[in-house]
Structures are given as C-alpha cells and as structure tokens.
C-alpha cells in the first residue's frame, strides 16, 4: 500500500522539487543542447541567453534542460561545459540509441538523492506498488513537503512527477522498458525491462560506489541488489540478474568477486571510474 511506502529521504531542503520546470525531457532537445555547448567549445562558462539562441530553444527550455543534464553529468554545473560523458556521448551516441547511455542517465537521476522526485520515486514508490497514478504519487510525499511552498507541493510536483512518468513512457527512456501505463492513468514497473550491458552495470557499480560508499575498494553483493539507491533496485534487476552480470565481468577480468568463507563482495581495479567504464563501453562495441 501506499500509505506504507516509506524511504528516508536526505534534508528535503537540500534537493529540488522540480527539475523539468513543467517540460517534458526531449532527448533531441538534449542533443542540440550538446551540440551547441561543442561547436563553441572554447568558451569557459556559457550563460542561458547564449544557449537559447544556439539552440532555438527558449531561456526557461535551456535552464531546465542545464539542470537534468548536468545531473546526468553530461554538463558541468553552473558552466555548462561539457563533462568527460558529454564528450563521450557526443562522440558515440549523440543521439541517445543505444541503451546502455539511457541505463547509465536513468541511474544518474534516480540515485541523485538531491533529485527529489526521480530519487523517491524510483527508490520507494515503484518497488513498493503493483501500480500508482500521479496523484497517488504526490501523496507519498506529504512528509516532508514542509520545506517547501503550498503551490511547490502542489502544482510543481504533480507537473514533475508527469514528466517523470512521460519521460518513461512517450520520451528515449521508454526503450528501456522500465515502466508501462496500465491503461487507467496508472503505471508500473515491466517485467522484462531492456538488458543492462555489462560494461555500462560496471560503470553504475562504479557511480554507486562513489555516490554512497566513496573510497571502498569493493561493494557487498546483497547491498548492491536490493538497497537503496543501489544498482538492482533502480535497474529493476533481480538477485539472479546482478549475480550473472557480476559473473559475466569477472570472468572479463574487469572487476573481482569474492565468494568465499563469510565474504561475497565484489572488488574494482585500482583507480577504476565509471567514465573509464563507458569509455571501454562505447570503445568495444562492433
């Protein structure tokens, strides 16, 4: 039930309610987006009425579009420079088609704890419901919508919340099969949501790792199934699932399982990062 879907969000003061600003996420907006901040690649901090008129797009659009792509990490924060990813999708899949990018920018939203709404409800709200409208949503968020303004804990979180819900079921997200309307306003999690690539899993391993256990060499398997934030729970992937993908880069000699006396972990190659993972990704494909 809803009323017993519970996740202990961080200070909701510190996140954001609304991302989209009432916008659905265009992935070709995003590309265009790209598309300008490289062709004048020399710049050292861009301003928004730059963008709008590279783009086309209006000043409100572009603002809406820096803040999620900064948060995929494909722009840097306040500069909108390009980030290492940025450059990698530029490169490789500008167009956002091939799933492995849409795994790795899903997982970026929905483990951003600062991300109020993807944060909460990819963590909580999907796993613990068969099905849940937007409406349905917005009441889950009733405990700690005290940080913000009566018209912020209404209008702008039921607008992002339907953005949230299209950019799954009518934008570039709807190819990973993640969630699936059911035919009365409502939606729930798939049952066979797209393949993750095994080179993009260890680069989600990776973001988790810096994310939530910053430092740690290695990850305990268990966790990584099924805990917050964790790569099994937001990729809708089963024990079964992350144990064969773990499996498969092992055997690849890209990262080490350890399964022995009272350990089952997994241990990463010194100074591995996730861009180093979606570099390899991209790089090894036909």
Not at 135 to 144: M, V
Request: glycine share 6%; net charge neutral.
């Amino acid at each position: 039930m809803l009323s017993e879907c519970v996740h202990n969000l961080q200070d909701a003061r510190r996140g954001k309610l609304q991302l989209t600003n009432g916008y659905y996420l265009h992935f070709d907006q995003m590309t265009r987006l790209l598309r300008t901040v490289q062709q004048y690649h020399e710049t050292m901090r861009f301003n928004l009425a730059e963008l709008a008129a590279g783009t086309g797009l209006t000043l409100r659009q572009v603002k809406s579009l820096g803040s999620i792509m900064a948060r995929m990490s494909l722009l840097r924060p306040v500069t909108y420079r390009l980030t290492r990813m940025g450059e990698l999708v530029l490169e490789h899949d500008v167009f956002f088609d091939n799933v492995g990018t849409l795994w790795l920018c899903h997982y970026h939203l929905a483990s951003d704890t600062t991300a109020l709404v993807w944060n909460h409800v990819a963590n909580c709200v999907l796993p613990a419901c068969r099905a849940v409208t937007a409406p349905e949503a917005r009441d889950t968020f009733q405990p700690f919508l005290a940080a913000f303004t009566a018209r912020s804990a209404n209008k702008k979180l039921l607008e992002e919340l339907r953005a949230f819900f299209n950019a799954y079921t009518g934008q570039a997200f709807r190819h990973l099969h993640y969630l699936r309307e059911t035919g009365d306003g409502a939606y729930a999690l798939t049952d066979a949501p797209a393949p993750v690539p095994p080179g993009v899993f260890l680069a989600i391993l990776l973001l988790y790792r810096d994310r939530f256990q910053p430092g740690a060499s290695g990850l305990e398997v268990p966790a990584m199934c099924a805990a917050e934030h964790s790569p099994g729970r937001l990729l809708h992937l089963g024990e079964a699932q992350v144990r064969a993908l773990l499996n498969e880069l092992h055997e690849a000699g890209q990262l080490t399982i350890e399964a022995r006396a009272n350990l089952d972990q997994v241990r990463f190659r010194p100074a591995q990062t996730w861009p180093d993972a979606m570099q390899s990704y991209y790089e090894s494909r036909p």
